[in-house]
């Protein structure tokens, strides 16, 4: 119900809280930046290079520092992702069909159309590979920026975002699933399905220990990393298994999505980060017109929010649906989708093993990403009605939709 006064003035902090993953993040590849171009340059490279093992002597795992960072560490990252998927899709923005078929549509083109945009500039040169670069939100980013505008930003318009970028999400799964698996060994992918078999066993009755879903997880993740699949889809399978309410009303699943937050948000994602995210600045203006730079960059920065604003009207048009806001407001929510940053250096890693073509890769996720997040601000800023204009709804939830209270579970 709407109040008859003005929302009170807001506590100006420094930093809001939603917005310290995304302030992490930068800071983590701008502490890249510098290690590569300084004299720890070597040391840098060097460590992610060592090898480690993990395992049994004789029959575990070798694998670069870096490598463990991207397919081990990376897989923890996408069983939050998981969890959040299934959540949203359960109870959250996608539960309603009705009501998730903008966002879907949204979401499909503002991948669609910055992977056409890729293929236009890189696919003549041999670079056609990397074109699912540009088609990923990062979603702590983006909503990290969102969040410094505060209750500028109407419930309507947060949520639509959050669903385009699980959606997205969900998207660059399948795409790293399907597109990304260079060769498969039939013997290890069987072995995979039987531990997924035993997943769905335990799924099926309930089983409340998280314990129990994260060592089958490993165990899933060794025999699909063995098979030739990426590993980090252990992640979310195991993620889609864990249920969202057992046989006590209690619920595993946001236990589990409370329990990892803070390690993925603070710890995994900013690793990840200062581990892909370093360019060598040194000749890097040769690398301003590369086919990848720009494929990558114009994706982000121009494909997500042409897609995503097409699709939206088209889908509103078809459906009889009313948008989340003006078209000047879905303009900037569009634009902060071409954050790719985090999702789209995973892709590029995997897209393109040649160590040559880091930096093209690296500087388009960058320049695509900073110009969607200071081109959303923008715009956003100049459409949203001033702070002392709202009006503050009852049912308003003034909670960012990554920052969630701890669940109410017994423990």
Same mark, same amino acid.
């Given at each position: 119900?709407?109040?008859?006064?003005?929302?009170?003035?807001?506590?100006?902090?420094?930093?809001?809280?939603?917005? %310290?993953?995304?302030?992490?993040?930068?800071?983590?590849?701008?502490?890249?930046?510098?290690?590569?171009?300084?004299?720890?340059?070597?040391?840098?490279?060097?460590?992610?290079?060592?090898?480690?093992?993990?395992?049994?002597?004789?029959?575990?795992?070798?694998?670069?520092?870096?490598?463990? %960072?991207?397919?081990?560490?990376?897989?923890?990252?996408?069983?939050?992702?998981?969890?959040?998927?299934k959540?949203?899709?359960?109870?959250?923005? /996608?539960?309603?069909?009705?009501?998730?078929?903008?966002?879907?549509?949204?979401?499909?083109?503002?991948?669609?159309?910055?992977?056409?945009?890729?293929?236009?500039?890189?696919?003549?040169?041999?670079?056609?590979?990397?074109?699912?670069?540009?088609?990923?939100?990062?979603?702590?980013?983006?909503?990290?920026?969102?969040?410094?505008?505060?209750?500028?930003?109407?419930?309507? /318009?947060?949520?639509?975002?959050?669903?385009?970028?699980?959606?997205?999400?969900?998207?660059?799964?399948?795409?790293?699933?399907?597109?990304?698996?260079?060769?498969?060994?039939?013997?290890?992918?069987?072995?995979?399905?039987?531990?997924?078999?035993?997943?769905?066993?335990?799924?099926?009755?309930?089983?409340?220990?998280?314990?129990?879903? %994260?060592?089958?997880g490993?165990?899933?993740?060794?025999?699909?990393?063995?098979?030739?699949?990426?590993?980090?889809?252990?992640?979310?399978?195991?993620?889609?298994?864990?249920?969202?309410?057992?046989?006590?009303?209690?619920s595993?699943?946001?236990?589990?999505?409370?329990?990892?937050?803070?390690?993925?948000l603070?710890?995994?994602?900013?690793?990840?980060?200062?581990?892909f995210?370093?360019?060598?600045?040194?000749?890097?203006?040769?690398?301003?017109?590369?086919?990848?730079?720009?494929?990558?960059?114009?994706?982000?920065?121009?494909?997500?929010?042409?897609?995503?604003?097409?699709?939206?009207?088209?889908?509103?048009?078809?459906?009889?649906?009313k948008?989340?806001?003006?078209?000047?407001?879905?303009?900037?929510?569009a634009?902060?989708?071409?954050?790719?940053?985090?999702?789209?250096?995973?892709?590029?890693?995997?897209?393109?093993?040649?160590?040559?073509?880091?930096?093209?890769?690296?500087?388009?996720?960058?320049?695509?990403?900073? %110009?969607?997040a200071?081109?959303?601000?923008?715009?956003?800023?100049?459409?949203?009605?001033?702070?002392?204009?709202?009006?503050?709804?009852?049912?308003?939830?003034?909670?960012?939709?990554?920052?969630?209270?701890?669940?109410?579970?017994?423990?």
């Open positions: 119900m709407m109040t008859s006064l003005p929302q009170q003035p807001e506590k100006h902090n420094f930093l809001p809280v939603e917005a %310290i993953p995304g302030v992490l993040l930068m800071a983590a590849a701008a502490s890249a930046m510098l290690i590569v171009n300084s004299p720890l340059a070597d040391l840098y490279h060097a460590i992610l290079e060592t090898n480690i093992t993990v395992g049994p002597t004789g029959g575990g795992i070798e694998m670069k520092l870096a490598y463990w %960072i991207k397919n081990g560490l990376m897989a923890v990252f996408f069983l939050f992702v998981g969890l959040e998927l959540r949203e899709i359960l109870e959250g923005q /996608l539960s309603n069909p009705a009501a998730a078929a903008l966002p879907i549509m949204a979401a499909i083109g503002g991948m669609a159309v910055p992977a056409m945009i890729f293929l236009f500039f890189a696919k003549a040169d041999g670079y056609g590979h990397g074109w699912a670069i540009p088609a990923a939100t990062d979603i702590a980013f983006a909503l990290g920026v969102l969040s410094l505008l505060g209750k500028r930003v109407p419930p309507a /318009l947060k949520a639509f975002l959050l669903a385009v970028a699980v959606v997205d999400d969900l998207g660059a799964i399948v795409i790293v699933a399907v597109f990304y698996t260079e060769h498969l060994i039939s013997l290890h992918l069987m072995q995979a399905g039987v531990v997924m078999g035993f997943l769905l066993l335990i799924n099926h009755f309930k089983v409340k220990s998280i314990t129990a879903y %994260i060592l089958l490993v165990v899933l993740w060794v025999f699909l990393h063995q098979s030739g699949v990426s590993g980090t889809l252990a992640g979310v399978l195991v993620g889609s298994c864990i249920p969202l309410h057992d046989a006590y009303g209690q595993p699943l946001l236990r589990a999505e409370h329990s990892l937050r803070p390690w993925v603070f710890g995994i994602m900013p690793l990840f980060a200062f581990a995210a370093g360019v060598e600045l040194s000749g890097l203006h040769a690398y301003f017109t590369h086919p990848i730079t720009l494929g990558a960059g114009f994706g982000l920065m121009m494909g997500k929010p042409l897609g995503i604003l097409a699709t939206s009207l088209l889908a509103a048009t078809l459906m009889k649906a948008l989340p806001g003006s078209m000047f407001q879905l303009l900037g929510i634009c902060l989708a071409g954050i790719g940053f985090t999702m789209s250096l995973f892709i590029g890693a995997l897209a393109f093993k040649d160590p040559s073509l880091a930096t093209p890769t690296r500087l388009g996720v960058y320049a695509g990403s900073v %110009i969607s200071f081109l959303g601000l923008f715009i956003l800023a100049q459409a949203l009605p001033a702070a002392d204009k709202i009006m503050v709804t009852d049912e308003e939830d003034e909670t960012a939709p990554f920052i969630k209270p701890e669940p109410d579970y017994e423990a």
